[in-house]
């Protein structure tokens, strides 16, 4: 028999302690245990066990070959969000979109559910964190007042799900934020982990069950994460976040999870005063105002999803006062900051030990894909030498540790969208998959980063270089 007394839940994992304790064994992070009712009993989890005899449902089991239902999809009118949706929404799914508060969550599901609902599809939007009247007067402001949207603000999941049971069935739901619902069958505060996961359960099972679309809203954590309910993301068909940089006004819908489709794709959105406008070539937005006079600035021709993409790195390599020199970086990631500088210390005879070293990926896009270490050395050693990379050159092309540069994907589209744009000249590995013609660029295929460190070094004024040319050259 389980022990009663006092529950102890963590918030960030939902690992479950009958003691209090500092820190969650099982994610490790520091005071997030909180005190709880009992959770609440699993569905199902109440039929007699005693003796052993307990007596199921007999239910029919079916073949891998049976009759397909091919998912149809609601498609939302808003190219961006059908893209990384996988082609529009599944009915009886459902979907949750976390991002920072104020990115503009709100503002992007408005925009879909008045898209729907002008089609004619019944659209329930319903908030826990805004009165009628603000949501109102924010679709107002973004001319979508006519759209025939359902609106409520409730918290209460009971009286959500009663009421969408009345008339049409909905195709879609909104629910504005999933933490401040509450089921008044589960006993704790709204926005713990057991009343988060306990309403998620029941919009999902409603969901299941009628064939509406249900788009869950998730706070973000300062680290990222969707805040308490990590167990929500592996409840749900599909986690998609919402990303941006605050002084930015570009925007990245990105697919973390998602049952129906590839996980990978981006929709690149602007917000303007009236809302989020689609952005569909993000190539000449991310490229736009750079500096191109400047030592320490590389174009990376990179690939989101099935998109390419080019975006401007900027590095910035100084010498440094502070014993432990400082690295930082925006948009990618500071292990492979540490590699690249590793490998260009290692086999590019650079000497960066004493100096600080600042990445950053223009226009607030986080780059994942390691055909950005090429780009990223380039920039390293253009701001290090005080070498302008020529302006119109992109790169690509992954580092290994033993200082070769490997092969990439798609290297065709890559070079495809950077001839589009205009640009003259590609940086690449030497090796990989036939790229015909290049689409009319100058190739320059290299198979080491010692030619990268020589052939930007060899470029360097004299005067202005930090670090003498032949040194680097080694
Ligand atoms: P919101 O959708 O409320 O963010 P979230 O739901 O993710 O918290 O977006 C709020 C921000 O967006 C706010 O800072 C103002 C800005 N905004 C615009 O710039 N233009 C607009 O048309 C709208 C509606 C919002
Ligand atoms: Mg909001």
């Not at 073949?63 to 397909?68: R, V």
């Not at 998109?307 to 930082?328: C, D, F, H, W, Y």
């Amino acid at each position: 028999m389980a022990k009663r007394g006092p529950t102890y839940i963590c918030q960030a994992c939902g690992a479950v302690y009958h003691r209090w304790q500092g820190k969650c064994d099982a994610c490790g992070t520091w005071s997030s245990l909180s005190e709880e009712a009992q959770a609440a009993p699993v569905p199902g989890g109440g039929r007699p066990s005693s003796g052993g005899r307990a007596r199921g449902r007999i239910f029919a089991l079916e073949s891998l070959k049976g009759e397909t239902q091919d998912a149809p999809r609601i498609v939302s009118g808003i190219a961006e969000l059908d893209r990384v949706t996988g082609g529009g929404f599944v009915p009886g799914s459902v979907l949750l979109i976390g991002g920072d508060p104020g990115i503009g969550k709100s503002t992007l599901l408005m925009q879909a559910c008045a898209a729907m609902a002008m089609t004619g599809r019944r659209v329930v939007y319903v908030s826990g964190e805004e009165s009628t009247g603000q949501v109102r007067l924010r679709a107002q402001r973004m001319g979508l007042a006519e759209a025939p949207v359902d609106l409520a603000a409730e918290t209460n999941i009971e009286d959500i799900i009663a009421t969408l049971g009345q008339g049409e069935r909905p195709a879609l739901v909104v629910i504005d934020s999933i933490q401040t619902m509450w089921s008044s069958e589960v006993e704790s505060a709204p926005g713990t982990v057991t009343q988060v996961r306990g309403s998620a359960q029941a919009l999902i099972r409603y969901a299941k069950t009628s064939g509406a679309c249900m788009i869950l809203v998730g706070h973000v954590t300062k680290d990222g994460q969707i805040a308490g309910p990590r167990v929500v993301e592996h409840m749900v068909d599909a986690v998609l976040s919402f990303e941006g940089e605050g002084a930015h006004a570009f925007r990245i819908l990105r697919g973390q999870k998602n049952r129906f489709g590839a996980t990978d794709e981006i929709g690149v959105f602007e917000m303007t005063g009236a809302g989020l406008s689609e952005v569909s070539n993000p190539s000449a937005l991310f490229l736009a105002g750079r500096d191109q006079d400047a030592p320490g600035a590389a174009v990376l021709a990179s690939i989101e999803g099935t998109r390419p993409v080019l975006v401007e790195i900027q590095a910035l390599v100084a010498p440094s006062a502070l014993g432990t020199p400082r690295r930082a970086v925006v948009g990618w990631e500071n292990s492979r900051l540490a590699m690249v500088l590793a490998v260009l210390e290692t086999h590019g005879g650079l000497k960066l030990g004493q100096h600080d070293v600042y990445l950053n990926v223009a226009g607030g896009l986080r780059v994942g894909e390691p055909a950005a270490d090429l780009a990223v050395a380039a920039a390293l050693i253009s701001s290090l030498t005080g070498a302008i990379l020529p302006s119109g050159a992109v790169h690509f092309g992954e580092i290994a540790l033993s200082g070769a540069i490997r092969p990439v994907s798609v290297a065709a589209a890559r070079l495809r969208e950077a001839a589009k744009l205009g640009f003259e000249s590609a940086v690449l590995p030497a090796a990989g998959a036939d790229i015909g013609d290049g689409n009319g660029l100058k190739l320059r295929r290299l198979s080491h980063v010692g030619e990268l460190v020589a052939e930007i070094a060899a470029s360097a004024p004299r005067a202005r270089s930090r670090q003498p040319a032949a040194q680097a050259d080694r």
